[in-house]
């Protein structure tokens, strides 16, 4: 039995995945409060390339990794 601490590759990457998407629409809920121009530049800018990088992310963790043996 593996220890309670070792994280495969697909785990760490599904971690990062869910964290930047966390954190774009985290960004992206914050910039509805704001009634500023600069408020849609965050959306677009900041919480849109967010959630994109963790959704490419989270495809690449499941087509990356080889199948396990057995």
């Known amino acids: ?3 309670a601490n070792t994280r495969t590759v697909i785990e760490e990457r599904l971690r990062w995945a ?3 998407i966390s954190v774009g629409l985290a960004t ?3 910039s509805f ?3 500023h121009p600069l408020a ?3 959306f677009v800018g900041i919480g849109c390339p967010l ?5 490419l992310l989270f ?3 499941l087509v990356s990794v080889p199948p396990h043996p057995g």
């Open 1 to 3: 039995m593996p220890e």
């Open 18 to 20: 869910g964290l930047l």
């Open 28 to 30: 992206q809920l914050i």
């Open 33 to 35: 409060i704001w009634i």
């Open 40 to 42: 849609f530049m965050a």
């Open 51 to 55: 959630v994109v990088a963790g959704i």
């Open 59 to 61: 495809l690449y963790s």
